[in-house]
């Protein structure tokens, strides 16, 4: 019925597409207690001062969820078509790249500064 | 001649999904993105946001792995003293606990705002603005403790590397600045709301594109929090 109403509205057929971003309230509400938790964990992790690679590894597996859950769920990335997703998920892989290279510079500087600058 | 028939009617239901979507959807002389084109900008817009906060991010990972002094203890320097007690990243867990909050509320306005509910768009939407405005009032809290109490300043902080300090008032800055563009935002928009203006158009859609920039907001807090408070 809910569908019948947004088509009237939505004039032609894509935007009776777009305008279909609509799903049941219960699924928003298990997202936000599901990223509650997630927060809390991630919270805990400093908390109980959790440290080395168990730390790092709690640490980004929160955020990656959370950030998935918010992307894919509350920006209906989920339900968007292929063609937008790529252009929405694929750019910023670019990203990775200028992470490892600014992580190589950053300890080449570091061993720089302990060989030429820090007595 | 039937079996050709059949292969053909095959293919044209695989264009449903899939690569073949992409390619449809791209080469039918018709715009690429079935969707309003205030939301494909408002993703290419967050997009580009997305490389700005990265090499926020990007930046201070290299200052900080460069750096041969000692880098300040987030969990100490961002702890809160509730009762005798220094209690560690209270402030931040609270902050975080609003954003999402925050989200929370936006996402069902937007699903009232498909189900043309005017009233309760229009009130999910005010509170999502209300929880933002307050985010941004703990933020200055935050700095005016660190800057007043702390003594953090963009050039150096007595607890070590100096690099701390123009991480942190450039990327929670630039995050602030983010959420009260968006308090801003959302209000105007939820006014509209309100006054029948999305009725009287047609569509609701301008609440979810409003909802997308709010949602992203709350994301870069999800990065934020991981590297800069919780590293």
Same mark, same amino acid.
């Given at each position: 019925m809910d569908h019948a109403v947004t088509q009237a509205h939505g004039g032609h057929a894509a935007a009776a597409h777009a305008d279909g971003q609509q799903h049941p309230i219960r699924i928003y509400l298990w997202i936000w207690l599901l990223l509650f938790v997630l927060s809390t964990f991630s919270y805990l992790v400093d908390y109980f001062q959790i440290q080395g690679v168990m730390r790092w590894t709690l640490i980004i597996l929160f955020m990656l969820l959370k950030a998935g859950f918010i992307v894919a769920i509350f920006?209906?990335?989920?339900?968007?078509?292929l063609a937008l997703k790529l252009v929405i998920l694929v750019p910023p892989l670019a990203l990775l790249v200028l992470i490892a290279l600014m992580a190589i510079e950053g300890d080449y500087t570091f061993l720089t500064r302990l060989a030429s600058f820090v007595r | 001649m039937a079996e050709t028939a059949i292969k053909v009617e095959e293919s044209a239901s695989s264009l449903e999904?899939? #690569?073949r979507s992409v390619a449809a959807d791209w080469s039918q002389d @018709?715009?690429?993105?079935p969707v309003p084109w205030g939301k494909a900008m408002m993703w290419i +817009?967050? #997009? =580009?946001?997305? +490389?700005?906060?990265?090499?926020?991010l990007t930046s201070y990972m290299n200052v900080r792995i460069s750096t041969t002094d000692t880098w300040p203890n987030p969990s100490e320097v961002f702890a809160l003293n509730v009762g005798g007690h220094d209690i560690p990243l209270l402030l931040i867990a609270i902050m975080t606990m609003i954003l999402i909050t925050s989200s929370g509320t936006m996402a069902m306005a937007v699903n009232f705002g498909y189900r043309r509910d005017r009233g309760r768009t229009a009130a999910l939407m005010f509170a999502t603005a209300a929880l933002g405005l307050s985010f941004v009032g703990m933020q200055?809290?935050?700095w005016s403790k660190l800057i007043l109490d702390e003594g953090v300043r963009p050039w150096g902080n007595p607890m070590g590397a100096p690099q701390f300090g123009s991480s +942190?008032?450039?990327i929670t800055g630039f995050h602030g600045m983010h959420v009260t563009g968006? *308090?801003?935002? #959302? =209000?105007? *928009?939820? @006014?509209?709301v309100l006054s029948g203006f999305y009725d009287r158009k047609g569509t609701y859609e301008t609440v979810e594109v409003a909802g997308l920039y709010w949602h992203f907001v709350d994301l870069v807090w999800v990065f934020i929090f991981a590297f800069f408070y919780l590293w």
């Amino acid at each position: 019925m809910d569908h019948a109403v947004t088509q009237a509205h939505g004039g032609h057929a894509a935007a009776a597409h777009a305008d279909g971003q609509q799903h049941p309230i219960r699924i928003y509400l298990w997202i936000w207690l599901l990223l509650f938790v997630l927060s809390t964990f991630s919270y805990l992790v400093d908390y109980f001062q959790i440290q080395g690679v168990m730390r790092w590894t709690l640490i980004i597996l929160f955020m990656l969820l959370k950030a998935g859950f918010i992307v894919a769920i509350f920006m209906h990335v989920a339900w968007e078509r292929l063609a937008l997703k790529l252009v929405i998920l694929v750019p910023p892989l670019a990203l990775l790249v200028l992470i490892a290279l600014m992580a190589i510079e950053g300890d080449y500087t570091f061993l720089t500064r302990l060989a030429s600058f820090v007595r | 001649m039937a079996e050709t028939a059949i292969k053909v009617e095959e293919s044209a239901s695989s264009l449903e999904g899939g #690569l073949r979507s992409v390619a449809a959807d791209w080469s039918q002389d @018709k715009q690429a993105f079935p969707v309003p084109w205030g939301k494909a900008m408002m993703w290419i +817009f967050l #997009l =580009s946001d997305t +490389f700005i906060f990265t090499c926020f991010l990007t930046s201070y990972m290299n200052v900080r792995i460069s750096t041969t002094d000692t880098w300040p203890n987030p969990s100490e320097v961002f702890a809160l003293n509730v009762g005798g007690h220094d209690i560690p990243l209270l402030l931040i867990a609270i902050m975080t606990m609003i954003l999402i909050t925050s989200s929370g509320t936006m996402a069902m306005a937007v699903n009232f705002g498909y189900r043309r509910d005017r009233g309760r768009t229009a009130a999910l939407m005010f509170a999502t603005a209300a929880l933002g405005l307050s985010f941004v009032g703990m933020q200055a809290f935050e700095w005016s403790k660190l800057i007043l109490d702390e003594g953090v300043r963009p050039w150096g902080n007595p607890m070590g590397a100096p690099q701390f300090g123009s991480s +942190f008032f450039m990327i929670t800055g630039f995050h602030g600045m983010h959420v009260t563009g968006g *308090v801003i935002y #959302l =209000s105007i *928009v939820a @006014k509209r709301v309100l006054s029948g203006f999305y009725d009287r158009k047609g569509t609701y859609e301008t609440v979810e594109v409003a909802g997308l920039y709010w949602h992203f907001v709350d994301l870069v807090w999800v990065f934020i929090f991981a590297f800069f408070y919780l590293w």
